[in-house]
């Protein structure tokens, strides 16, 4: 456990960043609320929050007595150990079975794709919530003390994994009172219950929800989970496939087996399924100015570990580990190369505003051309920690988060069109914002670019970069690129 646990931190420390998308704006904006704490910037206030905060809050406190670099690392590595063996235990639990042989597979969902997406509350959530899974799958006064802590933790980090394992726990508890000759007529009832809530949602709030969600290559993988796996171009896609080989083979075993739709683990999953069908992708929230996003590749997560639970006892061999260990060792060697090609990038913008007078506002809109994940969409971010403000900055246009606007400020985007004006590069600089940088490609050169002074009437920038690194020459379609709150 300790020489994993080891290997874990290893993509936490081996290089100068980590590039994990929303990450960097979660660090900056834990020195913009110090700033704004301090009263050192005008028309922000700082929130208090009780859920979507617990990762801002320690990463505040780091930043501001160990530095950024350390702070980010530190949270992040106890976010990796705490979801890794939070899953392992809730399989363990589950299955009966130490679960060493998903050890490779459980490795590639901690630094999968929400991970990658840098949703770090959620992410740290819904590893508290593993472990109340695995406390309370046979529960015990003790298990439930031991538990009330971690269900506390989790809310203040989000609130939705808390809502999953509640609702998880109180189906399974259900079944097990069910006679087993009528347990196959119980989804029937979760079914309809998944259905009244997307009637109720749908009917109340804004959405977005198609049924291509569920038919698309990203949703058919998010049915076993190794959507988690494909993170920036078709490398990581080839490497999904190859585990979705694996677990479809356990699958098989599983169905041999027999009484599989009688076993509440199954039909947990096949309710994840529905799920995925029928909650939209994103929902507009009455109390926020932006969507509620990135719904299916939350719920993919979680059902990934359900579809290892489920499989969990079927009969598997060393073969098994072999194969996923040495997928994994091609997905972490993935990871490691991108990540070079994302800090190469990251450390040009930074030595950009370094020549910068203190205070001035910078926007980046640079773009993984042809990744499904833009690892470059908040470069500005971390750059700017302790010398400028990143203009673009989401999290207090979209009052999700801590940081909210009280007045005019000059150091972030007024709302969210301003922010995906930004993102866009067709935002037009008034003359409240002048002087605005925007980091621009050269003429002569478009793989390199400069910090251009912008004035009132100008345009800002935004550009693509083939940055991660490419085995095939195409692409795929940056369908997760862009804001999303988490």
Known sequence: MVAISAALLIPCVWQERIQAGDLSSHVYNAWLAGQVDSGLVKGLTVTPLWTNVLTDWALQRLLYTAGPVAAERMVSGVAVLIFFWGAFFAVDASTGRRPWLFAP???MLSYGLIFHLG???????????FWILGLLWRPS??????????VILAWLAHALPVIWVGSVLAYLYIVRRIPTPWRIAAPVGGVALIAALQSILMSRYLYRWSLDQALSLSG?????GVEQIWLYD?????????ILIVLLALFLERIDQGDLLNDPVGQIWSLHVVALVLMPSAIQLPQYKHVFAYIPQRLSLLTALFFIIMVGRARHGRGITRLTGLVATVFFTCLYLDGLAFNRTESEVASLVQNLPRGQRVVAAISDSGARLNAMLHVADRACIGRCFSYG??????AQFRIRITGPNGVVAP????????EEGQHIVTAAEEPLYSVCPLAADPNRFY??????????????QAISVRVWAAGLPSALAGSGPN
């Not at 900055?393 to 979209?398: D, G, H, L």
């Open 119 to 129: 949703f770090l509350n959620f992410y740290l959530s819904a590893g508290f919530c």
């Open 234 to 242: 078709v490398k990581y896609l080839v490497l999904s496939a190859a």
């Open 141 to 150: 006064r003790a298990r439930a003390l031991a538990a009330i802590p971690l």
């Open 415 to 422: 709302d969210m069109k301003v922010v995906q004006e930004i």
């Open 105 to 107: 597979l459980l490795a």
């Open 451 to 464: 910090l251009r002074l912008l004035h009132a009437g100008e345009q800002t920038c935004a550009f693509s």
């Open 393 to 398: 900055n989401y999290e207090p246009a979209t």
């Open 220 to 224: 058919i993988a998010g049915i076993t």
